[in-house]
């Protein structure tokens, strides 16, 4: 928690320390104002007294109270700017951080987990300190100066303000012990519940098939009652918490009135009507003790939670990106679209095997690489180090000529069209999709992305949607279907230009006919462009100039899909699994 | 006195959602009545702890009254001894006593407060579980259909949210509001009783103080919900970019996010600081309001108390009161709140209830039972939409033991057969015949009990690999098991994990694709119902591990009539009878050679998937 403090300005601890005078002047003035109300007391037992004297004291204490309100709207318009400023800059800091990370950090910390850590961890850490600057600091400065004030007027009362705050300590500890551990393991039997209703929601139809309906229902019914058991307990123990202070806080007025009768009766003339007006001020001064203490064990509870927040918004923080930018932003003069692995393997950080191992192998500009093998051969791994989501271990990949770790990022990711296995879309329009991000040469045009989609085979998404290249696409691209998504995001890289495609297994989802209509557009349409594919399917690759066979991370087969037919065991297998006897016998052309 | 300050107790606030969400329910009455409904039985519960709440209250008020009668038997002292110079001693037995009926008051009414608030715990936890449990059993209840224009984020936020929502805001709304009407009207009563002097100055300056505070909070409102919106934003733009990361970054998209992320970063600060600014005044405005009221009790009865109209008694009796008075007004407010916070959440949780559930099928008693496995499609016409008719007049007969394929391009509506053969939608017109019985004259389930099915997303859930192989089917032995795994090929796999069988799958558990659908195979072949249904059952497992997948659905198949959807073409070529479907229809049928001698769409479709681009 501490830790989070360090990123404010100095313009915000300024307006702290502003805020901090502003506190005291506060508290100032709300235990100067029993004072009046002690001098009013004293002038209605004398006799005689003037009317005015009494009007005058009541008059300073509306201006006590006046002055407090006016304290506290400053305080709290500076606490809101300075969670705000805080929260706004967390948000920042951690929206770049996690720009700059690769993959490797990505998924160290999972994308869930980094969105929660941007978002609710931070509405945490700002709620408490707009919160804890009013409170955490004017409760403790209250509490003390109210009890110096009322230490030494009568020692009877104190001690029984003090039982007043022990009982409500002991209250809390008990509640932060027994009650506190309870609401921690609430959150994982909501989780829990909501796994078993999602496990019924997701395989709907499984359930159905197999007439499961009891089964399922008997397995929320376990999960709900634990959780229904869990709350009554915290919900009940709540509802110890307001009787107790309630009882504490009628409690204190009682003792002190009762404790008072004894006071005057045993004291002599002279100290009667002092002792009298001391009673009245007492019972407000030691009710301010007990609020503030009532505050700060509210921020105790809310602590635990914050610290939490704080504690993940620093890690992220704390972690620095592996990858660095380099400062080349051209290849070697004359040479386009060649992609060169050297020796290359990789390791993930703590593994104990690598995933790839001895990779060589070039391709040339307008040639088409395909890799193929079963998963976990490391197929999407090796694609996955030339735009540089993870760095190779040993050797090196050259693009144009050049090591990738030589580029700036710019330079290198306006040579590569890339399109994951799983696409993505923004929020925006079919326009803003496809002519997405920057590729150092100027905006996209609207022929660009009309020629994009067309070759993506696209153009019956745009005119089957009601306002064509600029109709809405929602978060996620939730309305429109995972062929139509596949597509678009095929089109945003034709759309780039780029000298390189790469294609991690982006064909999967698409029919057939899709596929071989989309690679006969790519190949007529964008020519001179190298394409790197990884691929599922034996009839996706078949006419590409390369294929690498993978297999736990090695090469085990490299050439063309009839010469592999003969040479490698491992491709022949799979083109079994998919072709007929005869289709192979024919070199796998058919018709 | 307590008087100086209207703190409240502060609640122990678990939940620190962000300040100011305020959500509208679109029938808040109804949506009311349809909650006391709900809670019918709870209601005797719900009204004793509400007589107990009132009662309690009750007891708190009186409470002032005892103070100030205890001041002036105090103040008696200092009277005498400002009038006359004399000391006399203070009637201690009758402080004493009215100190004891304090203690016995305010002890009575913390027990009573706790007594309503374990009623109410308790009432309103129970409700929370039963509808937990409602929602859950209805998720079973309703067609298909439905779950196609719902997301299941929606459902889910239902069971926990809207219900835990409720769970909360009942308990509070309720109680407070009653609790908050006595206090109120009570301590007005009592303040009047007293003195009606003084019982006019602080309701007039309480008064003044509220009207002021709901100018402000009327204005604040608009702050409120832009920071929603802002914060919804961010929230929206950050998830975006970080699970398109790869994306961004490699089309250099980074800096524009960038500049939008700024944009509604800035924007939220400016909404942020504000809402937050206006919602901490709240604390200082109540406490205003508060202490104007003490100040001006303080001066009337100052002054009132030197015409000798009233004791000293009374002013120490108001201070208190001045609290009580204006502490239910602003819990008031958050009643009010809550009350149409659980009007909203209920209302989405009754919409829930409210959707029209699959006909009650308790009535049809005829049964299928050891049947051969024929099917016959007779006139059948279908559309999800009404309107829309997708299948159209399509007839077929299928021998038992056969198996049909379905192909088709993504899209084409395959799995539309098998929702209807499965009844999970219901057809148009027609009929779909299972051994020469409609399948509408049975039981859903009776219908469903005759198909073992596996589906292309491997549907496992968190428990050990048994108890997904079998699943809720009864009388299944471990030898059983094994034999099956055996027969499909994951015997051996199985048995290299650390507790074999018993295995607890779960996140940590890697099961490679190919693996899981084998767990799914053996399951429907334990099962052994006479047919079996295969939709894209190899598409998501590469191509080498599809193999042994493709031997094992081969085994699972021997002998059932079953129906296989697929669309690598070349494992269905030995079906007999391919029917071929595009955009929902059913276009041509037929044997993989009838097919392509015909070359229509079939025979474009399965030649495209070799050719060569040119």
New interface residues.
Partial sequence: MIKILKYLKPKEWLMAVISLGFIVAQVWL?LK??EY?AE?TT?????G?A?GD??V??GM??LC??G??LA??IV??Y???I???L??RL??LL??R??S?S?EE?NRFT?DS??TR??NDI??V??II?MGL?LVIKAPITATWAITKIAGKGLEWTMATGAAVLIMLITFVL?MYFVMPK?RKMQSL?DN???V?????????????????????AK??RA??E??GT??YT??A??????????I??????S???I???L??AA??AD??PI?SN??VF??YA??VI?SF??L??IF??LP?ATVSAKRICEVLETEATIHDGTRTEGLPGVFGEVTFKNVGFKYPDAAKPVLKDINFTVRQGETIAFIG???SGKSTLINLV?R?FDATEGEILVDGVNVKEYK??AL??K?G?V?QKA?I??GTVFSNVA?????KGEFTETDVKTAVSIAQGIDIVESMENGYNADVA??GTNI???QKQRL?IA?AVC?KPEIYIFDDSFS??????D?LL??ML?EETKGITSMIVA????TI??ADQIIVLDEGKIVGCGKHKDLLKSCE?YK??A?????EE?LSEG???? | MSGNRTERAPKMRMRGGPIGTEEKAKDFKGTWVKLIKYCKKYIPGIIVSLVIATIGTVFTIIGPDQIGKMTNEIQKVIGVLMATGQTVDVDLSAVTKIAMFLVVIYSLSAILNFLQGYIMATITQTIGRNMRTDISTKINKLPLKYFDKVSFGDILSRVTNDVDAIGQTLNQSISSLVTSVTMFLGSAFMMFVNNWHMALTAIGASLIGFVLLSLIMAKSQKYFKRQQKDLGEVNGHVEEVYSGHNVVKVYNGGKEAGRIFDDVNNRLYDSGWKSQFISGLMMPLMMFVGNLGYVAVCVVGAVLAMNGTIQFGVIAAFMIYIRLFTQPLSQLAQAFQNLQRTAAAGERVFEFYDEPEMDDESGKTEKLTDIKGEIEFRNVRFGYDPDKTIIHDFSSKIEAGKKIAIVGPTGAGKTTIVNLLMRFYELNSGDILIDGVPSTAVSRDNVQEQFGMVLQDTWLFEGTIKENIIYCKDGITDEQVAETCKAVGIDHFISTLPQGYDTVLDDKTSLSQGQKQLVTIARAMIQNAPMTILDEATSSVDTRTEHLVQKAMSNLTKGRTSFVIAHRLSTIKNADLILVMNKGDIIESGTHTELLEKGGFYADLYNSQFEQVS
């Fill in positions: 709300d104002s029993p109300m009013i002038l209605v037992q004398t006799p007294s009317m009494i009007w004291a009541g204490m509306l109270t006046l407090s309100l506290a709207v709290g318009y606490a809101a700017v969670g705000s400023a929260s706004r948000r920042r929206y770049n996690v720009d990370f993959m990505i994308t980094l969105i941007s978002t509405t945490q700002q709620m707009a009013q509640i609401f909501i519940m909501n796994r209703t999602r496990e019924n929601l997701t395989g709907l139809r499984v359930v159905r098939a197999y007439n499961a309906e009891d089964y399922q229902e929320f019914d709900n009652d959780l229904t709350q009554l919900s009940r709540m509802a110890i918490v307001m009787p107790i202070m309630t009882i806080m009628s409690g204190i007025s009682l002190v009135f009762w008072g009768a004894y005057i009766n002599g003339a009667r009507l009298f009673m009245m019972s407000i009710m301010q609020m009532m505050m064990m509210m509870a809310m939670r079963s998963t976990g735009p989501f990022f710019d990711f306006n590569i890339y994951p993505v923004f929020k997405y991000g920057d590729n150092g978060q996620g279907s995972g062929g995001a945003r780039r989802a698409l029919d057939y006919r899709t071989r690679r006969t190949k599922q399917r034996i009839g078949i006419d491992v297998e799979i079994i699994s998919q072709l007929s289709e796998g052309v058919a018709s």
